[in-house]
């Protein structure tokens, strides 16, 4: 068949059989990935009637939302969970050591992550693969289950949106601003269930760290997966990871698309979310001068080297406002290794920003930096709901690392661009 979306020609080519969207095929993940929420989906497992993983290579777990455990009940679901990897011969496990870090930037600095593959995870943001010209999409725990029981899982094939964008990104402008401005266009539910592929001029202009921004928040838009075809930058970091032995798999040039959208990159100021969708965007410059309370710089959004980088550009040689804590929050213990090598974290402790170790735990409110009621945060993060970070009486902003650290020296939120020293957009 040709005129195929990737959606179509990976499921397609899993499967075995020629497809379309609206189809549903039973494939074979090559990778399932699950992290803290693996505890519960060993219950389901055991009920499943099955002893044994069918394929336990194929499993990887990554301890990152609660480490180290915040309760009894989070240190208890890790025992659980070391047991079981023990007891089915799982290798690829990251405990809570150097070793590891947010599970979506380890699995990709693993090289896990490699074009023309289909992973699936116990996480929304298993999207975040994409940025690797792989179909990666979240699944439940109970489909997780089923998958180490059997190996396999029924998959509807998604429709596909064509979201292209061209032009130059102007300065202090970012993914994360691109990411926002477009959620903001076409809504939060403005891909459901659809797979989402990103292509243009900007795009193939972008680092992969920044193309991972995309992909990452492609889950925010309802997408089941976000695609960005691989190239000379993909294969160069799976090289790095030592990754080999991998297929990529393109859209053909005439795939018939659901929708195309195009995009202006000129036209993309710096961008905020404001609190309680992440849909309620505005350009930064509408909503100076709010005061916040603290500042998170990290998670699997924002939290890899090229983001540290850039808000230590800003903050070198300044000072955060005494009004607002800055919490930074490496992505992997690898990317706060490189940190620590270039200086990077040497110049945030000295502007004031308390570094944490590599993980989830802001983010979702699990522990490390919980709001009070009232309070309001400025997050790198990729969700703002009300409760998001522990407190349903508090208030999420989110927006770029560039954004977080001039606003964390003004105490109040701020356009990038009025900071001098502000780094521009990492190639």
């Known amino acids: 068949m040709t005129n195929l979306t990737f959606a179509e020609k990976i499921l397609g080519k899993k499967a075995g059989k020629d497809v379309s969207a609206g189809d549903i095929v039973v494939v074979s993940p090559d990778i399932v990935m ?137 300065e202090g402008v970012y993914a994360k601003d691109l990411a926002l401005y477009i959620i903001g266009k076409i809504g939060a539910d403005g891909a459901l269930y659809k797979s989402v592929e990103f292509t243009g001029e900007t795009i193939s202009h972008l680092s992969q760290s920044s193309r991972m921004v995309l992909s990452n928040m492609a889950a925010e838009m309802g997408a089941k997966n976000g695609y960005i075809a691989s190239d000379t930058k993909t294969y160069k970091w799976l090289k790095e990871a030592g990754a080999e032995d991998y297929e990529p798999v393109f859209a053909d040039k005439d795939a018939k698309y659901e929708n195309i959208i195009q995009i202006d990159a000129n036209e993309i100021p710096p961008m905020i979310a404001k609190p309680h969708t992440v849909d309620n965007t505005a350009p930064v410059q509408d909503v100076q001068g709010i005061k916040f309370h603290q500042g998170l710089i990290g998670t699997c959004t924002n939290g890899r080297l090229e983001d540290l980088e850039i808000a230590a550009k800003i903050l070198k040689g300044k000072k955060i406002h005494p009004d607002v804590r800055l919490l930074v929050l490496p992505a992997s213990w690898s990317v706060y290794r490189e940190a620590i090598n270039k200086g990077i974290i040497n110049i945030l402790i000295d502007a004031g920003a308390i570094i944490l170790n590599s993980g989830c735990g802001p983010c979702l409110g699990a522990h490390e930096g919980i709001l009070a009621d009232g309070e309001t945060c400025l997050s790198t993060a990729n969700r703002n709901f009300k409760g998001r970070m522990g407190n349903p009486e508090s208030f999420i902003y989110l927006a770029s690392p560039a954004t977080v650290a001039a606003s964390a020296i003004k105490g109040v939120i701020t356009d990038p661009r009025e900071i001098v020293g502000g780094a521009s957009q990492p190639r």
């Open 34 to 170: 699950s992290h803290d929420n693996s505890s519960a989906i060993i219950q389901k497992f055991k009920k499943t009637g099955y002893d044994k993983i069918k394929y336990p290579d194929r499993i990887v777990i990554v301890l990152d939302h609660t480490v180290p455990p915040a309760t009894s009940k989070y240190a208890n679901n890790h025992r659980a969970i070391r047991n079981f990897v023990k007891e089915q011969g799982i290798k690829n496990f990251y405990d809570i050591n150097t070793q590891g870090g947010i599970c979506h930037q380890v699995v990709s600095e693993k090289g896990y992550a490699k074009p023309g593959t289909l992973i699936l995870g116990a996480d929304s943001h298993t999207t975040t693969y994409g940025a690797f010209g792989v179909f990666s999409a979240g699944i439940g725990r109970s489909e997780v289950a089923a998958i180490w029981a059997t190996g396999e899982i029924w998959l509807k094939v998604p429709e596909t949106i064509k979201i292209q964008v061209n032009g130059k990104l102007k």
